[in-house]
């Protein structure tokens, strides 16, 4: 696996893939890597001549200074997990090398996606995102990007921003991956202690019977019943549960048959936040 730490030393090797016509499919990440990004990395293997992967802990998409301070960093493992996958590149610059001494996002527009849910807990998480996933597409000029759908609302917000920005690549969302009890992988998740850890699983099972639930409820009477059984519980605590229409985001009023919902979530178990979301059935 090659390494580069200069976006200069990564785009002369980009240029030469481009010579020989090869095709660059891109993981972006922020390390701390997990199975949920080998399972990216091996999609995109499978459809690209080089792999590209990128660790770069983003400071401009952290609202909260502890979480980026906390943010788990092992890039011994990481390299080691990369080579396990064959991965071709890994581009690991510092923050210096990406925003010089001018450490501050762009703002977007991304026509209304960035205020709901993450946008309204994270104030300009969205920001951040849309500038480092556009300064990386700029020097990795990738064919194709993967993402996960655990963070939905960042794909939903990254896909927006290639078709206003008209950029050259398409976005790939791939689906969640989950511990066997159904925890969604998360970089996050490193940080829980053993009993933050065994309590995480009620999230994804109280998604599952949300989603049961709304096959012969509303929306609100789901949310309703969803907020109870945090109320009961006595360590995790919910920040939001929304069901939200897949294509603008905004939470659901009324059902509608030819419409996708999926219910989003995100919780606290200690200082820990961790998100979810689960596709919903409409009859
Ligand atoms: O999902 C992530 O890990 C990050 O938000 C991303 C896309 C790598 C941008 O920093």
New binding site residues.
Partial sequence: MKIFNTKQEIKSFIRTQGESNKTIGFV???GALHEGHLSLIKKAKKKNDIVVV?I?V?PT?FNNKEDLVKYPKTYKNDTRLLESVSCDVLFFPSVEEIYGNNILPIKFNFDGLEHQMEGKFREGHFNG?GT??KALFEVIKPHNAY??EK?FQ?LKI?KKMVEKHHLNVEVIGCEIFREKDGLAMS?RNSRLNNKQRTSASFIYRTLEKARDKFETENAAKTTEWVDKQFKKHPSLELEYFTIADEKTLESLKNKESDKKYRAFIAVFAGEIRLIDNIRLKTN
């Fill in positions: 972006p990440t922020m990128s770069f983003n998409q995102v480092i996933v993402f996960g963070d960042q990254i970089s």
